[in-house]
């Protein structure tokens, strides 16, 4: 299978399987404890029907959505996500390319592994910070005002992930950054010896948002250990109220998941929240982001927008979302596959792929802007 012959995401992530040593691979593709929930992400998505309507014909679909104050083209978005150039080496750089291309929001993570000022100014379509919360105050402050003289347009402050998830595929190979590798992970990195020429011949793997603080020699401090000893477990509703002071921008919450929570958000001033459950990657068993989105779209969505992330798999997964009121949707696994497996080429090939069906369903839903979805093009089983 080559690039041209990818149509979706399960042909991105057979190829993304080829290319990949299987712990990277299993890195991106895995979830926490019996991987309930990551299942449950797209499955919730199969337990809601679509009822489109007919004769309604028109050429011109207009798929543009206004997201936390940015225009974008379309109702999908790159969700920042770390460790980018460990899946592929042109990593970030080829994520925000493709999402300029296509007119809509990329994301840089602090564990991102390009900068995001060379992102800034590289490319002018929105971009998002996504932000872990430090015992360490003053470096929350220090990241903050980075973000800011970058010119980022909306902090993303991710507060499901106080601590790391228990990924037990990650245990079984040893991955982890700096490599600690087990047998088995080392055989599968021997046997896809085109990744490891590529980490080499390359620029030296890097954490630019946190160089000085993780060291990725293999000395002081690992990922792991950035998640149980720099972030703070404590970090409360006070703490992100004074965030929200301290950037007084687009403010933004990924990880919500109850109506409490999200009313709580909307309360000390966040712009908008991101229904999400990490990707499955962090609590089992939780409940799966589709499900819990019109119970949060109706308790803040007239005060905040509401995003959602988790299990998109298709357009038709994007209209269901935007039909129950969420602003835009997140696209995660869903762009790294084809990062893994093509770089640029890839992420393109997928977005122009998520734009096609996204047009081509509108018109078959009736539809000509994202505007006219509603709930009641929806029943649920």
Known sequence: MNLRNCYNFHDFRRLAKRQLPAPIFDYIDGGADDEATLRRNTQAFERCDLVPHVLRGDENIDLSVTVMGQKLALPVYCSPTALQRLFHYEG???????????????????????????????????QVYQFYFHKDRGLNRAMLQRAKEARVDIMMLTVDSITGGN?????RTGFSIPFRLTPAGM?????????????????RFRLPQLDEHVDMSGGALSIGRYFTEMLDPTMNWDDVAEMVR?????????????A??????AEIGCTGIVVSNHGGR?????RASFDQLAEIVDAVGDRIDVLMDGGVQRGTHVLKALSVGAKAVGLGRFYLFPLAAAGQAGVE????????????????????????LSRDNLRFR
């Open 167 to 171: 990924r037990e595929r990650d245990l």
């Open 187 to 203: 055989l599968q990195f021997a046997i896809k010896p085109t990744w490891g020429i590529n980490y080499a011949t390359h620029e």
């Open 246 to 258: 301290q950037w007084n921008g687009h403010f933004c919450l990924k990880g919500i998941v109850s």
């Open 282 to 286: 962090q609590l089992d068993g939780s």
């Open 260 to 265: 409490a929570d999200a009313k709580r958000a």
């Open 349 to 372: 090939r997928a977005l122009g792929l998520m734009r096609a069906e996204l047009e081509r369903d509108m018109k078959l839903m009736g539809c000509t802007a994202i505007s006219q």
């Open 92 to 126: 970030e750089r080829a994520v925000a390319a493709a999402a300029a291309k296509y007119g809509t929001l990329f994301g840089v993570s602090s564990l991102g592994t390009v900068s995001l000022e060379e992102l800034r100014k590289a490319h002018d379509t929105p």
